[in-house]
């Protein structure tokens, strides 16, 4: 059990663990969500960012989806509607989403020696290797995002290190503009927040 945003989430073993960095995005990614709107998270692990949503904005839709059977297994326990397959794949939705939220694996592949000693030992690697320079999934979150969210929809992802610069070509050329990262109180990276833009298909 964890406890996430002042609610107790039941981990699986083997799931990545929900971290306490990541209540910030939920809480900016519900204060984006209209009450009758529709959520997808992506990604979704334990359900921590979904089971939030579905907390603070009830009659709003969500969904949370996962390539690991365990994590999305999890995810339903916690009361969030899940789907298991690779991002938004098992979903046949278009331009209808207000926010899609993602906590997907960022870290650079040769630093993730430097994860802690428990995590190494405790959570899946996939949960947590990006690649090379740690966006390899995120890229792909963020052109599975622009499907599925309407013009004006919010993408909310987590990141670190200088990897707001390093996507921001790529949230361009995909179709997202006002841009804004944010930044934890020791200065560090925590998160980005880009709009679909409108007028687009």
Do not use: K
Not at 53 to 81: F, Q, W
Not at 127 to 149: E, M, T, W
Not at 174 to 187: A, M
């Amino acid at each position: 059990m964890v406890e996430f945003g002042g609610r107790t989430l039941h981990v699986a073993p083997g799931v990545y663990v929900p971290r306490a960095q990541t209540e910030a995005l939920a809480r900016r990614a519900a204060s984006l969500l209209p009450p009758h709107g529709r959520a997808v998270d992506l990604c979704t692990g334990a359900g921590a960012v979904a089971a939030h949503l579905m907390t603070e904005v009830p009659t709003a839709r969500v969904i949370g989806i996962d390539i690991d059977r365990r994590a999305a297994s999890c995810a339903s326990r916690n009361g969030v509607a899940t789907a298991v397959g690779d991002l938004a794949e098992p979903l046949r939705l278009d331009a209808v989403c207000d926010v899609v939220t993602a906590v997907a694996p960022y870290v650079p592949t040769g630093e993730l020696r430097l994860l802690p000693a428990d995590v190494q030992r405790h959570e899946p690697r996939v949960a947590h290797d990006g690649g090379a320079d740690g966006l390899d999934l995120v890229r792909r979150v963020v052109a599975a995002a622009r499907r599925l969210l309407r013009p004006g929809g919010w993408l909310l992802i987590e990141v670190g290190g200088d990897q707001d610069e390093a996507l921001a070509p790529t949230l361009a050329t995909t179709g997202f503009d006002r841009v804004t990262p944010w930044w934890d109180e020791d200065g560090d990276l925590r998160g980005i927040a880009a709009r679909s833009r409108e007028g687009e298909p």
